[in-house]
């Protein structure tokens, strides 16, 4: 099994910053990309920012040039910087996970998600 520890959330004004950090851990063999999600009610979860295994890189069109995503491969951690956070910025932020486990001798790909971790921006 794959677990997805997320930790960084919490309430901070706006124009304030947080990092939000995002652990792997368990029976893995390798992690494509991790990613950070964000899901406010009645709304579809949406993209973040995302980094490969290579260390490319994509984002949200509506955090470009606030929030920064990096990883420590030997870590298997990712981590979001957000910076300048405005009030809609406020959800629950969830770390996602490509992971191939090794299972009975066979490879198996699958993604994986985090608890979700609250963030809110007051304005």
Same mark, same amino acid.
């Given at each position: 099994q794959?677990?997805?520890? *997320?930790?960084? /959330?919490?309430?901070?004004?706006?124009?304030?910053?947080?990092?939000?950090?995002?652990?792997?851990?368990? @029976?893995?063999?390798? #992690?494509?990309?991790?990613g950070? &999600? +964000?899901?406010?009610? /009645?709304?579809q +979860?949406?993209?973040v =920012? +995302?980094?490969? %295994?290579?260390?490319?890189?994509? $984002? =949200? %069109?509506?955090?470009?040039?606030?929030?920064? #995503?990096?990883? %420590?491969? @030997?870590? +298997?951690?990712? $981590?979001?910087?957000?910076?300048?956070?405005?009030? *809609?910025?406020?959800?629950? &932020? &969830?770390?996602? =996970?490509?992971?191939?486990?090794? *299972?009975?001798g066979?490879?198996?790909? @699958? *993604? $994986?998600? /985090?608890?979700?971790?609250q963030?809110?921006?007051?304005?």
């Amino acid at each position: 099994q794959v677990q997805l520890v *997320e930790s960084g /959330g919490g309430l901070v004004q706006a124009g304030g910053s947080l990092r939000l950090s995002c652990a792997a851990s368990g @029976s893995i063999f390798s #992690i494509s990309a991790m990613g950070w &999600y +964000r899901q406010v009610p /009645g709304k579809q +979860r949406e993209l973040v =920012a +995302r980094i490969t %295994d290579g260390g490319s890189t994509n $984002y =949200a %069109d509506s955090v470009k040039g606030r929030f920064t #995503i990096s990883g %420590d491969n @030997s870590k +298997r951690t990712v $981590y979001l910087q957000m910076n300048s956070l405005k009030p *809609e910025d406020t959800a629950v &932020y &969830y770390c996602n =996970a490509g992971v191939t486990i090794i *299972e009975s001798g066979t490879w198996r790909f @699958s *993604e $994986y998600w /985090g608890q979700g971790t609250q963030v809110a921006v007051s304005s």
